[in-house]
C-alpha cells in the first residue's frame, strides 16, 4: 500500500507538499479500504476450527488473499495513470462510464502498451505480495477449538469492523472528510482509490450526454464600464425560512425585524431552492451548484471535482472566508464542503468555548452563535466573505424554557413559529451590535434559506410555493436602493448575482445566472423522484430522461397544479433546458466545473 501511495505522490506532488496531516488522514482512509478487498480474507483466516489447516480451505483462503491483491493493485495503478485525465480518484461511477463507451476495448491493447511500466508494475507487486503470503502469512499453527482461538476470531472480527468504518462515532468516514486536510489539494492525496471505488459501489451515477457547449451556459463574464467594488460580504442560510412565513397574516409577529430589513433591500421575490435539504442548499447558495441528482452533491460521488465557488474566486480577490454553522463539526459534510468551496475557516460546535449553550438538539442556539459570529467577524481583515448557517428554527424546534416563554404563542400555531420570532430577534440584536462594527457600512449583507419548513399539508395539498419558494434579499447598508426583481431565481443564481451586485471583473463558472441580467434566461432547476422540473414563466416544466436524451414529459401550472397540455413555451425553450441538463450531466462526470 505505502508503494502504490509513494507511486501516485511522486507522480502528482512535489516534497514540498510532504505534510504530517494529509499522512495520518491518508491510513484513516487505508484502513476501511484494507477492510473491503481483505474483510473476506480475514474471516476465513481467523476461523477457529480445525478444517482450516486442511489443503483445500489454505487454497481457498489463498485466493482471496490474491484477489484482494489484485484489485488494490489494479485500482490503485489504474488511477495513478487516469488521475491525469479526470482531476480525482476513480469512484465506481467509471464503470457506467466504460459500459457506455467503446473506448476502453477499441483502445484496450493500446492503452496496456502505452502504460506497460504500469502493466509491468503491476504484475511484480502482485508477485511480491505472493511471495510475501508464503513466507509469513501462511505460517500458521494448528487451531483447536477454544474458548481463546473463538474470542481471537471475535477480535479480529471487531477490529474489521472499526477498520472498514475508520470511525468510532456514530458515522463512518466519508470521502468528504478528505478535505479536513489543511491544504484542499491534498485532498486526493490523502484519499486511495479502493476506498472511493467501494464506497460507491452501486450508487447510481450520471451519464454523460451528447457533446454540447457547456460554456454556452455555465462562463460569465460581466462587461461593464465599472469597476470592481470589493464589499464584505455575509450570507445568512437561515434554516426553514419558508418565503410563505413573510406573506402571510401574521409574518409581522413572526419575524418583524427581518421584514423591515427587506423592505430596504433588493428583494428577490420569486425565489426557489433547489432542493427539499439542507446539504443541498450549501453547494447551491455558495458554489451555484445545484444538486440535480438522486442524492446530494455533498455525499455523491462526484463531491471531489475541482469546483469554482463564491469564497474561492473572491478569496483569488484577497478575501478571508469563513462559514459558521453551530452544530457539531462534521455535520452534513458542511465542513468538508466548505474546504473544497475555497473556504479558509469553518466555525462550529467545536469552536464554541461555552458548552452551556447548546440546546441538546443540534447544536449552539443562534442568539449565542450570532453573538459568537459577530465577535469573529471583528477580528477579520477586510474585505471578508462568511455565511452563517442557523440552526435553531430546525425541528424539534428546541428552546429552553425562559426562551419559550418569551416567543412561543398560541397552541393551534405550527411550532416553528416560536422559533422564526426567536430567530427573528437573534438577528435583530446582531445587528444592534453589528452597526456598531468598523466593517458594517461597507458589508452587503445577503438573506436567503436553505429550504422550505415542512407543513401540515398532505404533499399532493403543498403549492410550489410553500414547497420550494424561500426568500432572498440583498441589503447594502451604503447604497439603500430598495427594490422588487419578481424574475424568477433560485439559490444557484445567488453566487452570479453577487458578483454581478460587485461588478466583478473575472470570468467565472456557474450553473445559475445573475438576477440582475434582465437577458439571462429566468427559471429554477430541481430534480423530483426521477423527473427534472423547471419553473419557467408561470409553468412547471417536467423532464424525463430516456435513452435519446430529455424529454418534456408534461407541463403543469405553477400556482394551481392544474395540467396544461399546452403550455406556451416554445420549441426553442425547450430545446435550451434539454441542452443545459446535458450541459448539467457533461460538466459533472467530466469534472469540468471551472474555467
Same mark, same amino acid.
Given at each position: 500500500?505505502?508503494?502504490?501511495?509513494?507511486?501516485?505522490?511522486?507522480?502528482?506532488?512535489?516534497?514540498?507538499?510532504?505534510?504530517?496531516?494529509?499522512?495520518?488522514?491518508?491510513?484513516? &482512509?487505508?484502513?476501511?479500504?484494507?477492510?473491503?478487498?481483505?474483510?473476506?480474507?480475514?474471516?476465513?483466516?481467523?476461523?477457529?476450527?480445525?478444517?482450516?489447516?486442511?489443503?483445500?480451505?489454505?487454497?481457498?483462503?489463498?485466493?482471496?488473499?490474491?484477489?484482494?491483491?489484485?484489485?488494490?493493485?489494479?485500482? @490503485?495503478?489504474?488511477?495513478? @495513470?487516469?488521475?491525469?485525465?479526470?482531476?480525482?480518484?476513480?469512484?465506481?461511477?467509471?464503470?457506467?462510464?466504460?459500459?457506455?463507451?467503446?473506448?476502453?476495448?477499441?483502445?484496450?491493447?493500446?492503452?496496456?502498451?502505452?502504460?506497460?511500466?504500469?502493466?509491468?508494475?503491476?504484475?511484480?507487486?502482485?508477485?511480491?505480495?505472493?511471495?510475501?503470503?508464503?513466507?509469513?502469512?501462511?505460517?500458521?499453527?494448528?487451531?483447536?477449538?477454544?474458548?481463546?482461538?473463538?474470542?481471537?476470531?471475535?477480535?479480529?472480527?471487531?477490529?474489521?469492523?472499526?477498520?472498514?468504518?475508520?470511525?468510532?462515532?456514530?458515522?463512518?468516514?466519508?470521502?468528504?472528510?478528505?478535505?479536513?486536510?489543511?491544504?484542499?489539494?491534498?485532498?486526493?492525496?490523502?484519499?486511495?482509490?479502493?476506498?472511493?471505488?467501494?464506497?460507491?459501489?452501486?450508487?447510481?451515477?450520471?451519464?454523460?450526454?451528447?457533446?454540447?457547449?457547456?460554456?454556452?451556459?455555465?462562463?460569465?463574464?460581466?462587461?461593464?464600464?465599472?469597476?470592481?467594488?470589493?464589499?464584505?460580504?455575509?450570507?445568512?442560510?437561515?434554516?426553514?425560512?419558508?418565503?410563505?412565513?413573510?406573506?402571510?397574516?401574521?409574518?409581522?409577529?413572526?419575524?418583524?425585524?427581518?421584514?423591515?430589513?427587506?423592505?430596504?433591500?433588493?428583494?428577490?421575490?420569486?425565489?426557489?431552492?433547489?432542493?427539499?435539504?439542507?446539504?443541498?442548499?450549501?453547494?447551491?447558495?455558495?458554489?451555484?451548484?445545484?444538486?440535480?441528482?438522486?442524492?446530494?452533491?455533498?455525499?455523491?460521488?462526484?463531491?471531489?471535482?475541482?469546483?469554482?465557488?463564491?469564497?474561492?474566486?473572491?478569496?483569488?480577490?484577497?478575501?478571508?472566508?469563513? &462559514?459558521?454553522?453551530?452544530?457539531?463539526?462534521?455535520?452534513?459534510?458542511? @465542513?468538508?464542503?466548505?474546504?473544497?468551496?475555497?473556504?479558509?475557516?469553518?466555525?462550529?460546535?467545536?469552536?464554541?468555548?461555552?458548552?452551556?449553550?447548546? /440546546?441538546?438538539?443540534?447544536?449552539?442556539? /443562534?442568539?449565542?452563535?450570532?453573538?459568537?459570529?459577530?465577535?469573529?467577524?471583528?477580528?477579520?481583515?477586510?474585505?471578508?466573505?462568511?455565511?452563517?448557517?442557523?440552526?435553531?428554527?430546525?425541528?424539534?424546534?428546541?428552546?429552553?424554557?425562559?426562551?419559550?416563554?418569551? &416567543?412561543?404563542?398560541?397552541?393551534?400555531?405550527?411550532?416553528?413559529?416560536?422559533?422564526?420570532?426567536?430567530?427573528?430577534?437573534?438577528?435583530?440584536?446582531? &445587528?444592534?451590535?453589528?452597526?456598531?462594527?468598523?466593517?458594517?457600512?461597507?458589508?452587503?449583507?445577503?438573506?436567503?434559506?436553505?429550504?422550505?419548513?415542512?407543513?401540515?399539508?398532505?404533499?399532493?395539498?403543498?403549492?410550489?410555493?410553500?414547497?420550494?419558494?424561500?426568500?432572498?434579499?440583498?441589503?447594502?447598508?451604503?447604497?439603500?436602493?430598495?427594490?422588487?426583481?419578481?424574475?424568477?431565481?433560485?439559490?444557484?443564481?445567488?453566487?452570479?448575482?453577487?458578483?454581478?451586485?460587485?461588478?466583478?471583473?473575472?470570468?467565472?463558472?456557474?450553473?445559475?445566472?445573475?438576477?440582475?441580467?434582465?437577458?439571462?434566461?429566468?427559471?429554477?432547476?430541481?430534480?423530483?423522484?426521477?423527473?427534472?422540473?423547471?419553473?419557467?414563466?408561470?409553468?412547471?416544466?417536467?423532464?424525463?430522461?430516456? @435513452?435519446?436524451?430529455?424529454?418534456?414529459?408534461?407541463?403543469?401550472?405553477?400556482?394551481?397544479?392544474?395540467?396544461?397540455?399546452?403550455?406556451?413555451?416554445?420549441?426553442?425553450?425547450?430545446?435550451?433546458?434539454?441542452?443545459?441538463?446535458?450541459?448539467?450531466?457533461?460538466?459533472?462526470?467530466?469534472?469540468?466545473?471551472?474555467?
Amino acid at each position: 500500500m505505502s508503494v502504490l501511495k509513494a507511486l501516485f505522490f511522486i507522480k502528482y506532488y512535489h516534497f514540498s507538499d510532504l505534510s504530517s496531516d494529509w499522512m495520518l488522514l491518508s491510513l484513516k &482512509f487505508t484502513l476501511p479500504a484494507m477492510a473491503y478487498v481483505f474483510g473476506l480474507f480475514t474471516i476465513f483466516y481467523f476461523l477457529p476450527f480445525s478444517f482450516t489447516q486442511k489443503a483445500w480451505f489454505k487454497s481457498i483462503t489463498f485466493v482471496l488473499y490474491l484477489l484482494g491483491v489484485v484489485v488494490w493493485v489494479a485500482v @490503485e495503478v489504474f488511477d495513478a @495513470e487516469y488521475f491525469a485525465y479526470n482531476s480525482k480518484r476513480v469512484t465506481y461511477a467509471f464503470l457506467g462510464y466504460v459500459r457506455s463507451s467503446d473506448e476502453f476495448l477499441n483502445q484496450g491493447v493500446q492503452l496496456i502498451f502505452s502504460h506497460c511500466f504500469s502493466v509491468v508494475f503491476s504484475f511484480v507487486l502482485v508477485g511480491c505480495s505472493v511471495a510475501f503470503y508464503k513466507k509469513i502469512i501462511a505460517f500458521k499453527k494448528p487451531v483447536e477449538r477454544s474458548i481463546t482461538s473463538s474470542i481471537g476470531f471475535l477480535f479480529a472480527l471487531s477490529l474489521l469492523f472499526l477498520a472498514a468504518r475508520s470511525s468510532v462515532g456514530l458515522k463512518p468516514i466519508k470521502i468528504m472528510d478528505a478535505y479536513q486536510v489543511h491544504n484542499q489539494q491534498h485532498a486526493s492525496l490523502a484519499l486511495n482509490s479502493t476506498f472511493t471505488f467501494f464506497r460507491t459501489f452501486g450508487k447510481q451515477g450520471l451519464k454523460q450526454k451528447p457533446q454540447v457547449n457547456d460554456k454556452q451556459f455555465f462562463k460569465h463574464q460581466y462587461k461593464n464600464n465599472k469597476k470592481f467594488e470589493p464589499k464584505n460580504i455575509v450570507i445568512f442560510i437561515l434554516e426553514s425560512f419558508s418565503y410563505d412565513y413573510f406573506i402571510q397574516d401574521s409574518a409581522l409577529s413572526l419575524m418583524p425585524f427581518l421584514n423591515s430589513i427587506k423592505k430596504q433591500s433588493i428583494d428577490f421575490t420569486s425565489t426557489y431552492a433547489n432542493g427539499r435539504r439542507s446539504m443541498d442548499a450549501m453547494p447551491s447558495v455558495l458554489a451555484s451548484l445545484p444538486s440535480l441528482m438522486p442524492g446530494a452533491y455533498i455525499s455523491s460521488q462526484y463531491n471531489l471535482n475541482q469546483i469554482s465557488a463564491l469564497p474561492k474566486v473572491l478569496s483569488d480577490k484577497g478575501y478571508e472566508t469563513a &462559514f459558521f454553522h453551530g452544530a457539531k463539526n462534521g455535520s452534513m459534510g458542511f @465542513e468538508s464542503f466548505s474546504r473544497a468551496a475555497g473556504i479558509n475557516k469553518y466555525l462550529g460546535l467545536n469552536q464554541c468555548k461555552n458548552k452551556t449553550h447548546y /440546546d441538546g438538539f443540534w447544536g449552539v442556539y /443562534d442568539h449565542h452563535f450570532l453573538e459568537f459570529f459577530n465577535q469573529e467577524l471583528s477580528k477579520f481583515q477586510v474585505p471578508f466573505c462568511a455565511s452563517f448557517f442557523s440552526l435553531s428554527s430546525h425541528h424539534p424546534y428546541a428552546l429552553n424554557d425562559s426562551l419559550n416563554q418569551i &416567543f412561543e404563542k398560541p397552541s393551534d400555531e405550527l411550532q416553528i413559529y416560536k422559533t422564526l420570532r426567536y430567530v427573528d430577534d437573534a438577528l435583530a440584536q446582531f &445587528f444592534k451590535k453589528a452597526a456598531t462594527q468598523h466593517w458594517f457600512e461597507n458589508t452587503v449583507f445577503v438573506f436567503t434559506a436553505d429550504h422550505c419548513a415542512p407543513t401540515n399539508m398532505k404533499v399532493s395539498e403543498v403549492p410550489a410555493q410553500f414547497e420550494y419558494k424561500i426568500p432572498f434579499f440583498i441589503y447594502d447598508p451604503s447604497n439603500l436602493q430598495p427594490g422588487q426583481i419578481d424574475r424568477i431565481t433560485s439559490q444557484a443564481d445567488i453566487m452570479p448575482t453577487l458578483l454581478d451586485y460587485l461588478n466583478f471583473d473575472v470570468p467565472f463558472f456557474a450553473f445559475g445566472s445573475s438576477a440582475l441580467d434582465t437577458n439571462a434566461m429566468a427559471f429554477s432547476a430541481h430534480f423530483r423522484s426521477d423527473y427534472y422540473v423547471f419553473f419557467y414563466k408561470q409553468y412547471k416544466l417536467y423532464f424525463k430522461e430516456n @435513452e435519446q436524451g430529455f424529454v418534456l414529459d408534461f407541463a403543469l401550472d405553477i400556482l394551481s397544479d392544474q395540467k396544461n397540455e399546452s403550455p406556451n413555451v416554445s420549441a426553442r425553450e425547450v430545446l435550451f433546458f434539454q441542452d443545459y441538463l446535458s450541459a448539467y450531466r457533461n460538466a459533472i462526470v467530466l469534472n469540468n466545473q471551472t474555467l
